[in-house]
Every structure is written in C-alpha cells, then in structure tokens.
C-alpha cells in the first residue's frame, strides 16, 4: 500500500516537472537571500554576505540536481535532456549531420538488406515439419541413384523413420479449360513415391496426398497440385478435387492442393508444381540407370553420424556384391543441399557489409572528434557546473545514438529498396529468394546493429571529450596541446583502419572482377551469338504417334530452314548448360570385357542433322551426321575431343565401334564413330567436358518413340535451335508460328536465345562480382571522404600555425609537401595494414574464385594503386587549400 | 568563529524529522538555523545538502509540504511530519540510542 503511494507521489512529480524545479528553485533562493540578509545583519557588506551565503549553501544546480534524482526519474529524465539536446546539436550543423546520417545509412542499409537475404536463404528453417531431420541420399551428395540401390537402403537400414525417392517429369498439359484461354502447357513436375509427401509433414489445403499402397500397380494416376498450378490452371476452382487432368495424353484425377507456400523439391527440380505417384514398375530391379533422388526422415533419437555410418555399412555390402553401384553415396542435410552453393557468398557479403559499416562508424567517428575538439569549452563548462564525466560521455553517446537512429532510418528504406532490386537482380540459383523480407527478425538485427554502430563511433570521441585537461581547455579555448596531439593520433588511427578495410574490400572487388573476367573468356565450344532455342515437345498431341514423331521433327526443321532470316536449323535432346545432362556407360568393340563399374562412360546427346552447323561447333576429323543417317542406314555416332582422349589415346577413332546395349541383346546395335568434334560446355560452365556422345535422332528407334533400349525412354520433346542472320531474337515469333503450323496444340516452352543461356550459365558469379564491385566502390568513396576530412580539417586548425611557417619563409610547395605527407601517411599505414590481412582473409574467397590465385598480384597492385590515388587527390585538395593560406589573415583571425 | 562539526553522516535524517517534531511546520531555512541553535552551533548543516534530504523523504513518505507565506511575506515552502514520519523518527531515534551505546562502551576506560 506505502509502495503505491509512493509511486503515485512519484508520477505526480514526473508530470509537474517544471513545477517542482521551479519550486526547488524558489525554495533554496528563499533560503540564499534570508542567509544573506543575516550576514548583513551581521556587519557583512551585501557582496560578502552574499558570497557567504553561497559558501555555505553549496552548488545550488548540483543540489537541485540530486534533489531531483531522489525521485528515481533521473535516468528518464537525462535521456529526454540528451535527447533535445542532442537534437538541437544536430540541427545545428545540418551539413555534418547530413553527411554522417548518409554514411550510417549506407553502411546500416547494406548490413540490413544482405541480412534479410541470409535471413531468408539461411537461417530461416526449410517449410517442412522438423525440416532439420530431414537428409538426401545421393550419389556424390547431388546426383541420382539407382532404383534398386535405393529399395535396398529403404529395406536395410535402421536409422530412418521414412525413405522416399522422386524422380523428374515434366509432362505435357493438353487440356483446354471451358474458356479455351489456357493454351497446352509443358510443365514440370515430380514422380515421388506414396511416403515423400506425408513424410514432409505438409498438409495439403484441399483434399489429400497420397496414401501407402498408391504407388503400387493400378493407382497410378491420380495427381497433387501446386497452389499456383491449380491458380493459373483452374482459376482456384473449388470443386477441382475428382476432376481428370490430361499429362501427357492420359487422364489423371486431382486428389489434393498443396498450399501456396508449399515447394518440392527445395534444390534441383525446383520448378516442379504438380506430383504423382512413382510406379518403379520394372526398373525396380535397375542397379544401373541413375534416376532417384531419395529423401528421408532420421529417427528422432538418431544422429546425422549414426545415419551416416548406417549408410555406409549397406552401400559398403551392396559394394562388394554389386561392384561400382554404391561407391560415393552421401548422405547429406537437405538444408545443405539447398544453401550449399550460395551459403559461403552469402557469408562473404555479409562480411564485406560489415566492412563497409566499420568505415562509415570510422568516418562518423573522426567527424564526431573534430566537433568534439570545437565543443571542448562547452565541454568545460558543464563539467565545472557539476556534469560528472559519466553525464557527460551519457550525452554523447545519446547524441550518437541519435545519430545512428537517424541513419538506421534512412537505412531502413534503403534496405527495403535495396531488398527488392537485390531479389530482382538475383539469379535464379538462389534457392527461397523470393521470401526475403524485412521481417521481426531483420528489424532486431537492425536495432542490435544500430546500438552497436552508435557505441562503435560515439565511445571513443566521448571518452577522449572528458578525458581532457579543464583548466587547460578553459583557458586556451579548446586548444590544449597535449589533447590535439592524443586526438590527433586518434583520428589517424580511424583513418588509417579506413584505409585498411577498404583495402580488404576493394581486394575482394578486384578478385571478383578478376575471376569473373577469366569465367568471360571461357570458350564454350560452341558459338552462342545469334542462336535461337526452344523447346517443342509432342506427347499428348496428334504428333506423338510414333510414325508420325519420325516425320514431324525433320518436317519442321526444313519448314523453319526454309524461314527468311533462318541461316540454318538443328535439334537437340538437351541443350548445353541449360538441359540435363544424361551419361550412360557403352562398350567398345574388340576390348576386353572392363570389370564392373569400369565401364567407358559418356554423356550423351540425340541430334538432328544441322546441330553442329547451327551451333557452330566444330567438326574436328571426319564427317558431320546428315539426314541421309536414318533408320535404315548403319548406326552412327560422334564423339568430342575428351572422348577421343580417353578412350582412343593415341589412336584414330574414327571407323570404331561401341554400343550401349548390354551382353543380354544379342547381336547388340553397333554404331560407327564417324566424326570428332570439339569440347563443348555440358551441365555447368567452369567444369571439365566429360567425355561425350552424339547420337542421330532420325536413327534412334527410342527417340522416336518405338524402340527398348535403355536410351532415352520418356523422350518427347526436341530443343530446336535456329542460327538467325541477324539478332536472334527476331525471328522467335516466326519459328513459334512454324511450330504451331503444324498443330496448334503444341506445347513450346523455353525460348531463349543461346547468348541468354550462357549468361544464365555465369548469373551467380556476375551477381557475386557486381555486388562486390559495389561493396568495393562505396569503401572507396567512404575512405575518399573520411581521408578528406581529416586534412581538411587538420589543415583548418593548423591555420595559425600554417600561417607563421609562410611567413617566416617556408614555400608553398614546402607546406603542400607537409600537408600531403601527414595524408599519405596515414593512408599508407592502413593499406600496409590493410594488404596483409588482405593476404589472410582473401584465403576465404577462395571457393569463389575462377583463374586467379586469392593473391593474385595484379589485383593487389592494382588496388594499392587506386587507394593510392584516391588518398592523394582526396588530400590535395587541402593540401592547396594549405598554401593559400596567407599569413596575415591567418594570424589576425586567431 | 566557534569549532564547528560535520553532522555524523546517516544522523540528518534523524534530526530533521526530530525539528519538525519539536517544532511543528518549518521550511528549509528554518530547519537549517534550528538544528545550529539547538545543537550550540557545534553541528554543522552543509545548508543545502538539507534540500535533497527532505525530497528523498517527501519521497518516502516521512513528511509533507505545503506552500506559506513567511513573516517577510515570501513564498515558502513548509514541511510537517506524517504518522509515518514519527514512527520512523522512533526507529532512528532507538538505532541511535543503540549504536551510541555501544560506542560509549567501547570508548570507556577499561
């Protein structure tokens, strides 16, 4: 009861504050003039009793100040005090606080926005249910496994709750809907076994997932949706649930709808927006056709190791039963083969904002010091009032802290703008992109970023203010030598790590760009300028017919040959560096029967007559495939230039022969290698060409859909490519209208231009480059500006001093030199600084780099230069401001 | 001028509440001059650090103040005693009591 009453008599004080000053002030004056008035009843002259009374009364601010602390309000009250006064400061001198809050907010922003993306990319967990329990099985950690391998593992191993596998369909959709609006589509989606779905513990938001038992034979097609299939699709149509979709010619019933955050798989086929049931069917016994990639649940008690060591054992067994089928399976956290390729450049950038941050701190903080030097009798003055030294630095920090709030503000929008070209420039490789967000998350690390920036560049100067000599300050006006002196050193030592980190960042810059050149001047074997590529695929339209496919494709090329502004026409099963790349091992004639799992093995690749010419990939011996190649010529094949290497070392390939049926097809399909064409770039662009096949199209009773062999056995679709005269891209509507000349149904997906493919194949390190490039150019002009007014400013305390020297003699180009080498100096340090812990940290950067050595010479060369440079015209300028200091003035003036 | 003593540190509270006891409502002047008189001018009040100790007990509650007008028609401000002030005014005053005691004894010729 005494605790709310006092409480009350508390906030009663808090809300008449002036009252209660005023009260205290009046109160303790009574007091001083009725003491007075006593010591001149005494004798005293008015002035004497009055200095009496004041003797014995004490420092009437002091007392009302500790008066005013008794009521517990004293921290509030000082914030508020600070605050207005910090405010008052800062719109005092609007060029300094404009300044500094733009270099908060730049280096605030960038720590904010390439947070939110590794917030997003990162840390935020995967959307499935204990998604941290969930792991990928695969060959070398991303790569298919077998289908029989995969049975085994589901049966033998112990350590998982669940193991499910998915395999990549991308069926044709050739349904119209009632409207007629929605033209056929090529979609793509997943084959998963009846366990995948449940075992993500997603619901759907209609209907249901599959169920046990849905996989095996009979069950087959029914179908789950996307939220944005079902969307695009059916207009979100309610009543969607038991109708019959059309994939690929046969009819399949919507069980369910997944909701709209939902996205399977996180990495590889991300695209895929539709599921059904896996049937392994036949392939059940298949050790040798890597098709699955199998995902499964470690029990809860089990660790990641223990469900390592579990899969080793089997694949260890499997091994030595079934030699070269179990040899490099990993078992790897689903997260990390989600962030993997992005987590170390992520990380880097992180880093490199926090850099860039550091500078800003470091330029607000010598900035803060110079004004600190201006106030120090102000500073005085408070201190002999009775501001104890913790009051004081309290002010300056709440005044930084102001400052910083600012600057986080105005680093917030740049952050939220910043967000959104970051997400738009980004590639596609960014796994969860398009969730980044300033969310809860991002904006407490924006408060725990801002604290600590204000703190960073408001301590030091606040300690140094009140560490100075009072008398001296009050006397001089500020100019106590031996404080300019400590300061001094202090504000070369901020300008000197400013150096020093820029240093580090433009290293990183420059590395970057370096390697990013090096991955430019790659050669992809082929030459990408002015090729044209699509996809048109048949299944499910009046073309799939088997006898009809064998005709439809060549009748199409030559309808497009035929084009004006078609210089020449081709086809391809998968495109380099933009479809998949299939291998297959196949034997040679007249070798010895390899032991298992040594076997030659190639990617290969299905063409129609006019590729190599269209792509210009260059036939290096023998002859090109022609139309005259077709099924009722002897097999063909061509080979590239690694192939020929690895497996005809030192002979003439030409004339072999090899086939990719096993001993039980009996006589097997001989194909003669005809011809040897250059290395071409295959799955990605800075990897070594894996040994590759080229077979004829018009040849390969498979692709044209009749055939048994293991070769290609779902294939209905082409990737027509068509060189164009002049820029690619004018004649995609003329090729469309050819394709649909034929049938109007059919689906044409992925157009694009040869030169976007490779472009698309170098996005992640062009993105990294550009992003550090920046990085690097902020630091430079960070550094620039906080170098620049450092000597400014020295230069303009020197006046006097700058003054006598020319007066007594010294030459313009002597006080140029003085001014410059203090500069230089400074900045020289930090790069020295700067270029050894460069040499350590660009260690880091090393995964990231192509064709240049983490201390690569020219770039520290390159950026010791530029740094250089930049720190002399960035202390020339008041350097010459120096020399046209004309003494007399300057003496006046002081 | 006559040898003049710091008030023991912890004791002001202790007199002040005793003064307002003694002598009803006073303001701070008042105080000041009624603590030198009674105690012969040997203690002394570092006159304003009377201040902050009266508003630390407006705080606990100890004692009020009204606004008066003096005989010198000024403004002042008065404090008298509450209830609380006087039962803390006997727990000062017994600690007192105590710990001079035991100091008495110890400085006693053995």
């Given at each position: 009861?005494?605790?709310?009453?006092?409480?009350?008599?508390?906030?009663?004080?808090?809300?008449?504050?002036?009252?209660?000053?005023?009260?205290?002030?009046?109160?303790?004056?009574?007091?001083?003039?009725?003491?007075?008035?006593?010591?001149?009843?005494?004798?005293?002259?008015?002035?004497?009793?009055?200095?009496?009374?004041?003797?014995?009364?004490?420092?009437?601010?002091?007392?009302?100040?500790?008066?005013?602390?008794?009521?517990?309000?004293?921290?509030?009250?000082?914030?508020?005090?600070?605050?207005?006064?910090?405010?008052?400061?800062?719109?005092?001198?609007?060029?300094?606080?404009?300044?500094?809050?733009?270099?908060?907010?730049?280096?605030?922003?960038?720590?904010?926005?390439?947070?939110?993306?590794?917030?997003?990319?990162?840390?935020?967990?995967?959307?499935?249910?204990?998604?941290?329990?969930?792991?990928?099985?695969?060959?070398?950690?991303?790569?298919?496994?077998?289908?029989?391998?995969?049975?085994?593992?589901?049966?033998?191993?112990?350590?998982?709750?669940?193991?499910?596998?998915?395999?990549?369909?991308?069926?044709?959709?050739?349904?119209?809907?009632?409207?007629?609006?929605?033209?056929?589509?090529?979609?793509?989606?997943?084959?998963?076994?009846?366990?995948?779905?449940?075992?993500?513990?997603?619901?759907?938001?209609?209907?249901?997932?599959?169920?046990?038992?849905?996989?095996?034979?009979?069950?087959?097609?029914?179908?789950?949706?996307?939220?944005?299939?079902?969307?695009?699709?059916?207009?979100?149509?309610?009543?969607?649930?038991?109708?019959?979709?059309?994939?690929?010619?046969?009819?399949?019933?919507?069980?369910?709808?997944?909701?709209?955050?939902?996205?399977?798989?996180?990495?590889?086929?991300?695209?895929?927006?539709?599921?059904?049931?896996?049937?392994?069917?036949?392939?059940?016994?298949?050790?040798?056709?890597?098709?699955?990639?199998?995902?499964?649940?470690?029990?809860?008690?089990?660790?990641?190791?223990?469900?390592?060591?579990?899969?080793?054992?089997?694949?260890?067994?499997?091994?030595?039963?079934?030699?070269?089928?179990?040899?490099?399976?990993?078992?790897?956290?689903?997260?990390?083969?989600?962030?993997?390729?992005?987590?170390?450049?992520?990380?880097?950038?992180?880093?490199?904002?926090?850099?860039?941050?550091?500078?800003?701190?470091?330029?607000?903080?010598?900035?803060?010091?110079?004004?600190?030097?201006?106030?120090?009798?102000?500073?005085?003055?408070?201190?002999?009032?009775?501001?104890?030294?913790?009051?004081?630095?309290?002010?300056?920090?709440?005044?930084?802290?102001?400052?910083?709030?600012l600057g986080a503000l105005a680093g917030l929008l740049l952050a939220l703008w910043g967000t959104k070209v970051l997400v738009k420039l980004s590639p596609a490789y960014i796994p969860r992109v398009e969730t980044v967000a300033i969310d809860a998350h991002v904006l407490l690390f924006l408060l725990g970023v801002t604290l600590l920036t204000a703190i960073v560049f408001g301590l030091a100067p606040a300690m140094h203010a009140t560490a100075g000599d009072l008398n001296g300050a009050l006397k001089e006006g500020g100019r106590g030598e031996s404080d300019s002196i400590r300061r001094n050193r202090l504000r070369s030592f901020l300008v000197a790590s400013e150096f020093a980190l820029a240093f580090m960042l433009l290293i990183g810059a420059g590395l970057m760009i370096r390697s990013f050149f090096a991955l430019q001047s790659i050669d992809p074997g082929f030459n990408p300028h002015n090729v044209l590529s699509m996809i048109v695929s048949v299944s499910g339209t009046n073309e799939a017919e088997p006898g009809r496919r064998a005709m439809f494709y060549p009748e199409l090329m030559q309808k497009v040959r035929a084009l004006p502004g078609v210089r020449s026409a081709g086809g391809i099963n998968h495109l380099p560096l933009a479809g998949d790349t299939w291998g297959l091992s196949f034997t040679i004639e007249g070798r010895p029967k390899p032991r298992p799992g040594e076997s030659p093995e190639a990617v290969y690749r299905i063409i129609m007559p006019g590729y190599f010419e269209t792509m210009r990939l260059p036939?290096?011996?023998?002859?090109?495939?022609?139309?005259?190649?077709?099924?009722?010529?002897?097999?063909?094949?061509?080979?590239?230039?690694?192939?020929?290497?690895?497996?005809?070392?030192?002979?003439?390939?030409?004339?072999?022969?090899?086939?990719?049926?096993?001993?039980?097809?009996?006589?097997?399909?001989?194909?003669?290698?005809?011809?040897?064409?250059?290395?071409?770039?295959?799955?990605?662009?800075?990897?070594?060409?894996?040994?590759?096949?080229?077979?004829?199209?018009?040849?390969?009773?498979?692709?044209?859909?009749?055939?048994?062999?293991?070769?290609?056995?779902?294939?209905?679709?082409?990737?027509?490519?068509?060189?164009?005269?002049?820029?690619?891209?004018?004649?995609?509507?003329?090729?469309?209208?050819?394709?649909?000349?034929?049938?109007?149904?059919?689906?044409?997906?992925?157009?694009?231009?040869?030169?976007?493919?490779?472009?698309?194949?170098?996005?992640q390190p062009r993105f990294e480059m550009l992003l550090f490039a920046l990085f690097g150019a902020v630091a430079l002009v960070l550094a620039a500006v906080g170098i620049y007014g450092v000597m400014n400013y020295s230069v303009s305390r020197r006046t006097r001093e700058i003054g006598i020297r020319i007066s007594l003699g010294a030459s313009r180009a002597a006080v140029l030199g003085m001014v410059a080498r203090q500069g230089m100096t400074q900045a020289l340090a930090g790069t020295a600084v700067g270029l050894a812990s460069a040499v350590l940290l660009s260690q880091l950067m090393r995964k990231l780099l192509y064709g240049v050595r983490p201390t690569d010479p020219i770039t520290f060369g390159g950026v010791a230069i530029v740094l250089g440079l930049t720190a002399l015209v960035a202390t020339s300028v008041p350097a010459r401001k120096a020399t046209r200091i004309e003494p007399m003035t300057a003496l006046r003036n002081e | 001028m006559s040898q003049r003593d710091e008030i023991p540190p912890g004791t002001l509270y202790m007199l002040i509440l005793k003064t307002l006891a003694r002598q009803g409502e006073m303001h701070g002047y008042e105080i000041a001059n009624s603590i030198q008189q009674i105690s012969e001018d040997v203690l002394q009040v570092e006159e304003g650090s009377l201040y902050p100790a009266l508003q630390r007990m407006l705080v606990k509650g100890w004692v009020k103040a009204e606004w008066g007008t003096t005989a010198g028609n000024r403004r002042a401000r008065y404090y008298h005693l509450t209830p609380l002030g006087r039962r803390q005014l006997a727990l000062e005053v017994s600690k007192y009591e105590r710990v001079a005691a035991a100091i008495a004894r110890v400085l006693q010729p053995a």
């Amino acid at each position: 009861m005494e605790g709310l009453n006092r409480l009350i008599r508390r906030l009663g004080m808090l809300l008449r504050r002036e009252q209660f000053d005023r009260d205290l002030h009046d109160e303790m004056r009574l007091h001083l003039d009725l003491r007075q008035q006593e010591q001149i009843e005494r004798g005293l002259s008015p002035e004497d009793a009055r200095f009496a009374a004041q003797r014995r009364f004490g420092n009437p601010a002091l007392l009302r100040e500790i008066s005013g602390d008794a009521w517990g309000w004293r921290g509030l009250e000082h914030l508020g005090q600070d605050l207005r006064y910090g405010a008052r400061e800062l719109l005092r001198t609007p060029g300094f606080t404009a300044v500094a809050v733009l270099a908060l907010a730049l280096g605030i922003g960038a720590n904010t926005a390439i947070y939110s993306v590794v917030n997003a990319v990162l840390l935020r967990p995967l959307g499935y249910k204990d998604a941290n329990r969930l792991v990928t099985i695969l060959n070398d950690g991303t790569d298919p496994v077998a289908p029989a391998n995969y049975i085994d593992w589901r049966d033998q191993s112990r350590s998982f709750e669940v193991m499910g596998a998915a395999e990549y369909w991308s069926p044709n959709l050739t349904d119209s809907d009632p409207s007629q609006s929605n033209p056929p589509e090529h979609l793509y989606g997943l084959q998963v076994t009846q366990n995948l779905l449940p075992m993500l513990g997603i619901d759907p938001a209609l209907g249901r997932i599959f169920i046990p038992g849905e996989d095996r034979k009979g069950s087959e097609h029914e179908v789950v949706l996307s939220d944005r299939l079902w969307a695009r699709r059916s207009n979100r149509d309610p009543n969607i649930l038991g109708k019959m979709i059309t994939l690929n010619g046969h009819g399949y019933t919507v069980i369910g709808i997944m909701p709209p955050e939902f996205k399977f798989p996180p990495f590889w086929a991300t695209r895929a927006e539709l599921w059904v049931p896996l049937a392994l069917g036949d392939s059940l016994h298949d050790r040798d056709v890597n098709t699955l990639r199998v995902f499964a649940r470690v029990k809860r008690d089990v660790t990641l190791g223990q469900a390592r060591a579990d899969i080793a054992t089997i694949t260890g067994r499997l091994e030595r039963e079934y030699p070269g089928t179990n040899r490099d399976v990993v078992v790897t956290p689903l997260k990390e083969n989600v962030v993997g390729k992005i987590e170390t450049p992520l990380l880097m950038m992180l880093g490199a904002v926090g850099f860039i941050l550091l500078i800003a701190c470091a330029n607000v903080a010598h900035m803060l010091l110079a004004r600190i030097s201006d106030r120090q009798k102000e500073i005085a003055v408070r201190t002999v009032l009775g501001a104890g030294r913790t009051r004081v630095i309290s002010q300056f920090l709440t005044e930084s802290l102001l400052l910083a709030a600012l600057g986080a503000l105005a680093g917030l929008l740049l952050a939220l703008w910043g967000t959104k070209v970051l997400v738009k420039l980004s590639p596609a490789y960014i796994p969860r992109v398009e969730t980044v967000a300033i969310d809860a998350h991002v904006l407490l690390f924006l408060l725990g970023v801002t604290l600590l920036t204000a703190i960073v560049f408001g301590l030091a100067p606040a300690m140094h203010a009140t560490a100075g000599d009072l008398n001296g300050a009050l006397k001089e006006g500020g100019r106590g030598e031996s404080d300019s002196i400590r300061r001094n050193r202090l504000r070369s030592f901020l300008v000197a790590s400013e150096f020093a980190l820029a240093f580090m960042l433009l290293i990183g810059a420059g590395l970057m760009i370096r390697s990013f050149f090096a991955l430019q001047s790659i050669d992809p074997g082929f030459n990408p300028h002015n090729v044209l590529s699509m996809i048109v695929s048949v299944s499910g339209t009046n073309e799939a017919e088997p006898g009809r496919r064998a005709m439809f494709y060549p009748e199409l090329m030559q309808k497009v040959r035929a084009l004006p502004g078609v210089r020449s026409a081709g086809g391809i099963n998968h495109l380099p560096l933009a479809g998949d790349t299939w291998g297959l091992s196949f034997t040679i004639e007249g070798r010895p029967k390899p032991r298992p799992g040594e076997s030659p093995e190639a990617v290969y690749r299905i063409i129609m007559p006019g590729y190599f010419e269209t792509m210009r990939l260059p036939l290096l011996r023998g002859r090109t495939i022609t139309s005259n190649d077709d099924a009722r010529s002897p097999g063909v094949v061509i080979i590239n230039e690694r192939a020929a290497h690895e497996y005809w070392p030192g002979q003439d390939p030409i004339g072999e022969r090899i086939t990719f049926d096993d001993d039980k097809r009996n006589p097997p399909t001989w194909l003669t290698v005809i011809g040897v064409v250059k290395n071409a770039k295959q799955e990605d662009w800075v990897s070594k060409p894996y040994p590759e096949v080229y077979l004829a199209a018009l040849q390969n009773p498979d692709f044209m859909g009749y055939g048994g062999s293991p070769i290609a056995p779902h294939m209905a679709y082409l990737t027509l490519v068509v060189r164009a005269d002049g820029k690619a891209t004018g004649i995609a509507s003329a090729v469309k209208r050819a394709v649909w000349s034929f049938d109007r149904n059919l689906p044409i997906s992925e157009v694009l231009t040869m030169d976007q493919v490779v472009a698309d194949a170098t996005a992640q390190p062009r993105f990294e480059m550009l992003l550090f490039a920046l990085f690097g150019a902020v630091a430079l002009v960070l550094a620039a500006v906080g170098i620049y007014g450092v000597m400014n400013y020295s230069v303009s305390r020197r006046t006097r001093e700058i003054g006598i020297r020319i007066s007594l003699g010294a030459s313009r180009a002597a006080v140029l030199g003085m001014v410059a080498r203090q500069g230089m100096t400074q900045a020289l340090a930090g790069t020295a600084v700067g270029l050894a812990s460069a040499v350590l940290l660009s260690q880091l950067m090393r995964k990231l780099l192509y064709g240049v050595r983490p201390t690569d010479p020219i770039t520290f060369g390159g950026v010791a230069i530029v740094l250089g440079l930049t720190a002399l015209v960035a202390t020339s300028v008041p350097a010459r401001k120096a020399t046209r200091i004309e003494p007399m003035t300057a003496l006046r003036n002081e | 001028m006559s040898q003049r003593d710091e008030i023991p540190p912890g004791t002001l509270y202790m007199l002040i509440l005793k003064t307002l006891a003694r002598q009803g409502e006073m303001h701070g002047y008042e105080i000041a001059n009624s603590i030198q008189q009674i105690s012969e001018d040997v203690l002394q009040v570092e006159e304003g650090s009377l201040y902050p100790a009266l508003q630390r007990m407006l705080v606990k509650g100890w004692v009020k103040a009204e606004w008066g007008t003096t005989a010198g028609n000024r403004r002042a401000r008065y404090y008298h005693l509450t209830p609380l002030g006087r039962r803390q005014l006997a727990l000062e005053v017994s600690k007192y009591e105590r710990v001079a005691a035991a100091i008495a004894r110890v400085l006693q010729p053995a």
